[in-house]
């Protein structure tokens, strides 16, 4: 069965610093693996996906991930921090069969100080 | 930009009520699922729906939970007897095909308390 591991429910960064969300998963074929933000009353936005070809996706607000099969990991990264990344950010799995449920991790909460 | 809607954004029942939760998807979406998510705890697949039958459903959804598109552009889950247990964020998404790689559009949500 799939699944996927977040590190971490809380990072904390300052304003113009790294980002990195860390997602590890678990599948015993190709996965497709999303990343979704959610800002405070809304709903889950898709930041980026990975379904197949190049490794480095890149996404919405200067997010990126990479996908490293041989670590299992899809990791996101910002380079500069910005105040209005503030979120919960979930880490997402699906597989190309059934009816393709997506399995979430469990959240990071990204906490940005100026 | 088309988007997901979901009402009410907050709903507060007593134990062993029914409620229903109201979902509009993207207009021209053929494929629509819920997710809820326990407080601290993962976002969970529930059900998944497509021409007006169920196409998969987690071990979750038992009998006390049943979904339906009663007109064109709503979707909607119905708890028939909520239990404390059921006090969530109810999640539907809807989107145009199952190919792995389509996005699942989300709406914002109800949050659901059963006291």
């Known amino acids: 069965a799939q699944s996927v591991t977040q590190l971490g429910s809380h990072v904390s960064v300052s304003e113009g610093a790294l980002v990195l969300l860390r997602c590890n998963y678990s599948?015993?074929?190709?996965?497709?693996l999303f990343w979704y933000v959610q800002y405070p009353n809304q709903g889950l936005q898709l930041l980026l996906k990975?379904?197949?070809?190049?490794?480095l996706v890149k996404g919405i607000n200067g997010f990126e991930a990479e996908f490293k099969k041989s670590e299992t990991s899809f990791h996101l990264t910002k380079p500069s921090a910005h105040m209005s990344d503030a979120a919960e950010y979930f880490c997402?799995?699906?597989?190309?069969?059934?009816?393709?449920?997506?399995?979430f991790g469990t959240g990071t909460r990204l906490l940005v100080s100026p | 930009e088309p988007e997901v809607t979901q009402t009410p954004s907050h709903q507060v029942t007593q134990m062993g009520q029914e409620v229903i939760l109201r979902c509009v998807p993207i207009?021209?979406?053929?494929?629509f699922y819920w997710y809820r998510q326990i407080l601290g705890q993962k976002v969970e697949f529930l059900v998944s729906?497509?021409?007006?039958?169920?196409?998969?459903k987690s071990e979750i959804f038992d009998d006390q939970f049943s979904v339906e598109r009663p007109d064109g552009s709503n979707f909607t889950l119905k708890i028939r007897s909520t239990k404390l247990e059921d006090s969530a964020m109810y999640f539907c998404?809807?989107?145009?095909?199952?190919?792995?790689?389509?996005?699942?559009?989300f709406g914002p949500g109800t949050r659901l308390l059963v006291l």
């Open positions: 998404a809807s989107s145009k095909t199952t190919s792995g790689e389509e996005t699942q559009y």
């Open positions: 599948s015993s074929v190709p996965p497709y």
């Open positions: 990975y379904t197949t070809g190049a490794t």
């Open positions: 997402a799995v699906r597989v190309n069969t059934g009816f393709q449920k997506l399995v």
């Open positions: 207009s021209n979406h053929l494929y």
């Open positions: 729906f497509y021409n007006n039958e169920i196409s998969e």
